[in-house]
């Protein structure tokens, strides 16, 4: 399946170094889709790079649909560490005209990709953007464990719409399903419904708060190995060290412990998909 046509190239005039490139920063690494005639090889790719720029059920947090370029113009800078994964970025998924035609094409581009065992790693966006992530695993008929790094569960109510507050709710509900577990870790108890904690035990989901996560953050390992599937809400971190989201509280993971997550998902050998959503840079700090 060709998966080009789903794709914008990118436009990356903020990641030039000049004089300064060794040829070991990380945009010297990847293979960026940022000529319309030449979409990169992916024949022995490890991981592919998605930009969703995609906010029309963000709730809160209009802004974060220029997040993937946004991110890319300070990854793209950094040094690589020692490895030499094959990484490409395939650029923006083309946004369309109804959200639905995104989440069809999302979904399209990761079921390709992990079919021909690629990483997708999605920046979105909004986090509803999960559901298009889920459904690429339906679409390959296969039983998933999801994690989700999330101060709140985003259920929602059954009759309310999809958004990025309740996306999980849809998930859940979906029929056929192929939802095998659900992993919550960081959730603030003072954001979330007692009654919706009693629901996620009742649907024997697993379900971590912030605070116990913090006592020993080695818990979380064997948590992260465990996911198929990773979700991550910036808003997950304190303002202080994120201070790009809508939905931002002074309390949260530490920027070092988040990172510290990432780099369990990262040893992983199970995980297949990963997805970080809702940095809105009209909040950031930083221009």
């Known amino acids: 399946m060709d998966i080009s046509f789903y794709f914008e190239p990118l436009e990356l005039p903020d990641y030039k170094y000049g004089e300064d490139s060794s040829g070991h920063r ?3 690494l990847f293979r960026s889709f940022t000529d319309k005639e030449f979409f990169p090889e992916l024949g022995d790719v490890d991981i592919a790079i998605i930009g969703v720029n995609e906010e029309r059920n963000a709730i809160n947090n209009i802004g ?5 370029d946004y991110v890319r113009s300070q990854l793209y800078k ?3 560490g020692d490895f030499s ?3 490409a970025d395939l650029g923006n998924i083309k946004q369309g005209h109804k959200i639905e035609d995104s989440y069809f094409a999302l979904t399209a581009v990761i079921a390709e990709l992990i079919k021909n065992k690629i990483v997708p790693l999605i920046i979105g966006g909004s986090q ?3 559901f298009a992530n889920y459904m690429a695993y339906e679409a390959l008929g296969q039983l998933i464990n999801i994690v989700g790094v999330d101060s709140v569960f985003d259920l929602g109510k059954t009759e309310q719409a999809m958004s990025s507050q309740s996306y999980l709710n849809k998930i859940i509900l979906h029929q056929p399903n192929f939802l095998f577990n659900y992993t919550n870790i960081g959730y603030q108890s003072y954001f979330v419904d007692p009654e919706a904690i009693g629901l996620m035990k009742n ?5 971590y708060r912030l605070g116990a996560i913090r006592e020993k953050m080695e818990e979380a390992e ?3 190995r465990n996911a198929d599937m990773i979700t991550v809400d910036i808003s997950s971190v304190r303002q202080s060290d994120a201070p790009g989201n809508g939905n931002a509280s002074p309390n949260g993971f530490y920027g070092e412990e988040i990172c510290q997550i990432m780099r369990y998902a990262g040893l992983s050998d199970k995980l297949s998909s990963i997805g970080f959503y809702e940095i809105n840079p009209r ?3 930083k221009d």
């Open 283 to 285: 909040l950031d700090c």
């Open 26 to 28: 990380l945009g010297d």
């Open 222 to 224: 064997p948590l992260v």
């Open 128 to 130: 509803d953007l999960s």
């Open 78 to 80: 950094l040094y690589r």
């Open 64 to 68: 974060c649909a220029h997040a993937p």
């Open 203 to 207: 649907l024997y989901f697993d379900v």
């Open 85 to 87: 994964p094959r990484i």
